[in-house]
């Protein structure tokens, strides 16, 4: 069987796919406060081309599916997608990320879904007022009711925190001690110039050193020994429910980029952009290709050419962009 190699010998066995741009949160960090301007409907991928993209990669040794947006639960009959996709019998696992307003009412039906094993949740402060700062909406309670009621379910919880320079540091360790006696992972994200022109004016640096020093200030760590491709560093902390660790911390350097020599992964937009790093600016319109008529084999052909561009790492990507520098909001991209 063919399966998706690049020129550095990197198996790529999971795809990042956004369903959609919209999001009902503008968070600082991903847009401006008057959100991006988001493309009509019939430019997004639709359910079935999304399932045809997803067969044939996985026909090619994609394992791994996330889903993100935008705000996935945003698009309408996503639960029905799920559904859909979970019939596909080479996809192991289905992953989804989101902001938690809209997935309360169908944890439920998630934990039914045998292929859905991982809920990433974007939560950047524990704090109501800051929270309502950070995402430009009243939100916190319904996000945080969401937290706890997924924190008790089947599904494994992640808790997606991106550390921003004079917003949420002061907070870093209230996350690190909620693994005390919750089984979740909190990943703390380095922040990203992915806010759709609206930058920020950053103060310092919290980059993956810093954010590490922040949490050894008031924890011992202990390394883990995490997957090859895992995107994180993650570890145990000493003493949380004894020998047990329940709950773990990593911290993703996703702006120092020191994890892509392990790179596994692709992206592909709601509008239908392959990428091979999230910070190029795309390599191939998929939408426009599917509807010009090509067929299942074309895309197979297509998917191990492409493939073969996929850079060595994301400074490379970032160098080779021909739309100039980094502008896109997450939202676009798939966060």
């Known amino acids: 069987m063919d399966t998706l190699i690049d020129t550095f010998g990197r198996q790529i066995n999971y795809l990042r796919l956004a369903v959609t741009d919209r999001c009902n949160l503008r968070c600082q960090y991903c847009m401006p406060a008057h959100g991006i301007d988001i493309v009509a409907r019939k430019e997004l991928l639709s359910y079935k081309e999304m399932y045809r993209i997803i067969r044939v990669l996985t026909e090619l040794g994609v394992r791994k599916v996330r889903l993100t947006g935008g705000e996935p639960f945003a698009r309408k009959d996503f639960m ?14 289905i992953n989804i990320t989101t902001n938690g307003v809209l997935i309360g009412k169908h944890i439920e039906t998630l934990e039914k879904l045998d292929k859905v094993k991982t809920i990433n949740l974007s939560i950047d ?42 917003v949420n540091t002061n907070e870093i360790n209230d996350f690190v001690g909620l693994t005390k006696d919750k089984n979740i992972a909190v990943r703390f994200i380095e922040e990203m110039p992915f806010n759709g022109k609206g930058q920020r004016n950053i103060q310092e640096n919290w980059n993956y050193n810093k954010i590490l020093a922040e949490i050894k200030s008031g924890y011992r760590l202990e390394n883990m020994i995490s997957e090859k491709s895992s995107t994180s560093r993650n570890f145990t902390i000493e003493n949380h429910q004894g020998k047990k660790h329940v709950g773990t911390v990593g911290i993703i350097p996703a702006f120092t980029r ?60 970032e160098a080779n962009r021909k739309k100039g520098a980094v502008s896109e909001s997450m939202s676009t991209i798939g966060g």
């Open 258 to 317: 020191t994890i892509c020599n392990d790179c596994n992964r692709i992206r592909i937009t709601s509008t239908g952009t392959f990428k091979n790093c999230l910070f190029d600016d795309g390599v191939f319109n998929l939408r426009d290709f599917i509807r010009n008529g090509a067929s299942n084999n074309d895309l197979k052909e297509l998917f191990l050419s492409l493939i073969k561009e996929k850079p060595e790492n994301g400074f490379i990507a």
């Open 125 to 166: 402060s524990l704090d109501t007022n800051k929270f309502a700062k950070i995402t430009r909406r009243d939100v916190f309670t319904e996000v945080y009711k969401t937290f706890e009621v997924l924190a008790k379910s089947s599904l494994h919880l992640k808790l997606n925190v991106v550390i921003q320079s004079g």
């Open 80 to 93: 029905s997608f799920l559904e859909m996709l979970s019939y596909n019998d080479l996809l192991d696992e």
